[in-house]
């Protein structure tokens, strides 16, 4: 894990060289734990001109979801419970040599961008733009295994709820137990709101889970996911409840499944979104919904 942690950030420190930056500080969260491994709320990962340090207004704690630090960085603690960690940060890089900061803009405030200037007065602050996101888009074999490690989660949480007594119970409390089995299988919890949606209910997007009760010859329609190390997953799914499906039930799966296909086939290196989108929609539409 170390490693792996390691060559991200040693990906970052050569882009930020090449670009003429001595440092660079990480301050947007999902890019703080991309690089780090785990952070507390509020931290900050410094790659200074000689250590890679993480400032962090509170000591890490390994909570759920928050994960631990890799081992090789260094760990500061701000002394002070109210000290901005990217000011800090600044007057280190300045401490350490660095004559040049690169920073995430889109995710500083100004008034915290002015601070770290006040700080390092005679350090240059450079935009280091959106360089961690364009690095995580192509996943590493570390991150397909904690999105692999999500969707096992959920297909698990899901087919223990098919196995329990539906009929009768409210979306609601199906949506409840989903998302405490996600927790009960490791997951840090649920990637978003779980929606249960039934009988009538089924066909609406973004469905939010009710008190109707789940009747027998009943849609269930499920959306839900698992979070796991940071790292999150959707599962879509629709089940005919208690009962062999109706004609008219077995003709609409049978178009969203084609649709689905379509769509799938649509996809390849280069697609736009869009024409893949369009690909499913167009045999949708073709039957008249």
């Not at 704690?61 to 760990?75: F, I, K, W, Y």
């Not at 000011?87 to 040049?100: C, I, Q």
């Not at 689905?260 to 039957?287: C, K, T």
Request: proline share 6%; charged share 25%.
């Amino acid at each position: 894990m170390s490693e792996v942690h390691a060559v991200r950030r040693g990906l970052l420190r050569d882009r930020c060289a090449a670009a003429g930056s001595a440092a660079a500080l990480v301050s947007r969260p999902a890019n703080v734990r991309y690089l780090a491994g785990g952070a507390p709320p509020g931290a900050v990962l410094l790659l200074g001109p000689g250590e890679d340090v993480l400032l962090c207004p509170r000591a890490p704690t390994g909570e759920s979801g928050h994960g631990r630090p890799d081992e090789a960085l260094r760990v500061d603690v701000l002394p002070v419970p109210d000290e901005d960690p990217v000011v800090a940060a600044a007057g280190l890089a300045a401490a350490s040599g660095a004559d040049s900061l690169a920073v995430e803009e889109h995710d500083l405030t100004v008034a915290r961008h002015r601070a770290m200037g006040k700080a390092a007065p005679r350090l240059r602050l450079a935009d280091l733009g959106f360089t961690v996101e364009q690095q995580r888009i192509v996943k590493d074999e570390e991150e397909i295994g904690c999105l692999r490690i999500a969707a096992e989660i959920t297909d698990q949480a899901l087919g223990e709820l098919l196995e329990s007594i539906l009929v009768g119970r409210t979306e609601r409390h199906l949506a409840l137990e989903l998302e405490r089995r996600l927790v009960d299988h490791g997951a840090d919890g649920p990637a978003f709101a779980t929606s249960v949606a039934t009988g009538p209910n089924s066909g609406q997007g973004r469905h939010r889970p009710s008190d109707r009760r789940v009747e027998e010859g009943d849609f269930l329609s499920v959306r839900l996911g698992a979070s796991y190390h940071g790292y999150r997953c959707e599962i879509g799914r629709t089940f005919v409840i208690g009962t062999a499906p109706a004609q008219w039930q077995i003709e609409l799966y049978d178009l969203v499944f084609a649709a689905q296909r379509a769509g799938r086939e649509a996809l390849a290196p280069g697609a736009a979104y869009r024409d893949v989108d369009r690909a499913a929609r167009h045999l949708l539409e073709s039957a008249g919904h």
